[in-house]
């Protein structure tokens, strides 16, 4: 069976500091790979997907990056985090992109101070 | 760009009642998914709904998508305290779209 793993599962930084969040999937190929940021009481909002081994594509504007260096491999990071890049950043998978469901990973709750 | 929005924002249901949660779409989807995130956890897939005025059911659960594939329902009937949480809708236009999900409350 697929299981998908994200750590850690919280984070506290200060304002400007780096981050690097990792996400890796077990039990499948060549996944979709999906970053989402949810702040408190909001819905998803999607960051990065990628399709396959260094292919990202990025939704929203922003100093946050992703990158893909293995297949079941999907990393989030900054170089400098702002305030408003606290809040709870799940990973998801899927087998076709878009469609199909999507499963999420148990998800990283960052607060930046 | 593609909006998907989802009312209400919250409800708060005695249990044993029913109650609907809509999602509204500004453009046509290819299919619509419903997720549902418990307190404290992470999205976990309930269904998709593929075809113009499909009807699914999952135990209590009761998911319908509209004719024009621009809206969808999801209706809970006896609802329990294990329903809590916030249920999110995401239409597939050029991509996947979530709404900002109902959150839902159950009193005893």
């Known amino acids: 069976s697929q299981t998908i793993h994200q750590w850690p599962a919280t984070l506290v930084q200060p304002v400007g500091s780096p981050l690097s969040l990792e996400c890796t999937v077990e039990?499948?190929?060549?996944?979709?790979l999906y970053w989402y940021r949810q702040a408190a009481g909001r819905g998803l909002q999607l960051l990065f997907y990628?399709?396959?081994?260094?292919?990202i594509s990025s939704e929203v504007p922003q100093n946050l990056s992703a990158s893909r260096p293995q297949d079941r491999q999907f990393i989030l990071s900054s170089k400098k985090l702002l305030l408003s890049d606290s809040g709870f950043y799940l990973c998801a998978w899927s087998v076709r992109q878009w469609a199909g469901a999507q499963y999420f990973g148990p998800g990283t709750r960052l607060l930046v101070l | 760009g593609q909006q998907v929005m989802q009312i209400p924002q919250y409800q708060h249901v005695q249990e044993g009642e029913d109650f609907t949660t809509y999602c509204n779409s500004s453009?046509?989807?290819?299919?619509i998914q419903w997720y549902k995130q418990r307190p404290g956890g992470h999205p976990v897939f309930l269904i998709q709904?593929?075809?113009?005025?499909e009807v699914k059911k999952q135990k209590r659960l009761t998911f319908q998508f509209g004719e024009a594939k621009k809206n969808s329902s999801l209706h809970i009937t006896a609802t329990q305290t294990t329903d809590v949480g916030t249920y999110f809708c995401?239409?597939?236009?050029?991509?996947?779209?979530f709404g900002a999900g109902t959150t839902v409350t159950v009193r005893a």
């Open positions: 990628s399709v396959g081994i260094g292919q």
């Open positions: 039990g499948t190929s060549n996944p979709n």
């Open positions: 995401a239409g597939l236009d050029y991509k996947l779209s």
């Open positions: 709904l593929v075809k113009s005025g």
């Open positions: 453009t046509t989807l290819s299919n």
